[in-house]
């Protein structure tokens, strides 16, 4: 089956404008999450989506990060009026949760976002 | 919350030899699930093994195996007759309970070079 898939791969913008990153997980996985991932560093949890549940926004560095996130569909990490600081790749990753599963994460490829 | 340590930024192996690559994590948690994960240069993060701490037997995948310290919460990947596409950033993961959160903590990561 297709995997966790990621639009754009790669976005330019300036400095003060907004940038909409996309993320379809795999069918069926009830539970998403974002990460950011600044050049040869680890991974940074953004926030998380399981299901209706509220979400885990405890990774957001500021009021400019947002997500969300229809049912268990496609997700969309907004990020207002971007700072250089804010160049990073952005990983999605989507999971399985329930009893008998594998539970591992599946990543998508990533979008790289450069704040010029 | 958990803590993941990858203690070790860079490792290289020779091709045909053997690397381990070590991963230390704090959890008061008995059952839990912990990943090793790799990220070649073209980005996308790929499974290679995974270890249910309910299981006492060290898990195996074809060249890669892991040796799971549960009482010293230790949990090292070992990589047998390296290739040259081993070469990758290796991220160990450690995830919670799925009654707790479902929450994935990464370590740093571990880059190997792998030496023809």
């Known amino acids: 089956g297709a995997g966790v898939s990621q639009s754009p791969s790669n976005k330019v913008t300036e400095k003060g404008k907004d940038v909409e990153l996309r993320c379809d997980p795999i069918s069926g996985h009830t539970a998403l999450y974002w990460y950011r991932q600044r050049l040869g560093q680890g991974l940074e949890f953004l926030i998380y989506?399981?299901?209706?549940?509220?979400?885990?926004k405890s990774g957001l560095p500021s009021d400019r990060f947002s997500a969300e996130r229809t049912g268990e569909s496609v997700s969309t990490l907004t990020i207002q009026r971007t700072q250089q600081e804010d160049s990073a790749v952005y990983l999605c990753a989507s999971s399985l949760p329930l009893a008998g599963s594998s539970y591992e994460q599946y990543f998508g490829p990533g979008t790289r976002l450069t704040v010029t | 919350a958990q803590t993941v340590t990858q203690s070790q930024p860079e490792m290289s192996v020779q091709e045909a030899e053997t690397v381990t690559l070590s991963c230390t994590y704090d959890t008061s948690e008995s059952d839990y699930y912990l990943f090793w994960y790799k990220q070649p240069p073209s980005r996308q993060m790929i499974l290679v093994i995974r270890q249910e701490a309910y299981k006492q037997q060290n898990a195996t995948e074809n060249r890669f195996s892991v040796n799971f310290q549960k009482a010293a919460k230790s949990f090292s990947l070992k990589i047998s007759d390296s290739q040259l596409g081993d070469a990758a950033m290796y991220f160990c993961a450690y995830r919670t309970p799925p009654n707790t959160g479902n929450q994935f903590y990464f370590g740093t990561g571990t880059s190997l070079t792998v030496i023809p």
């Open positions: 989506f399981q299901g209706n549940s509220a979400p885990d």
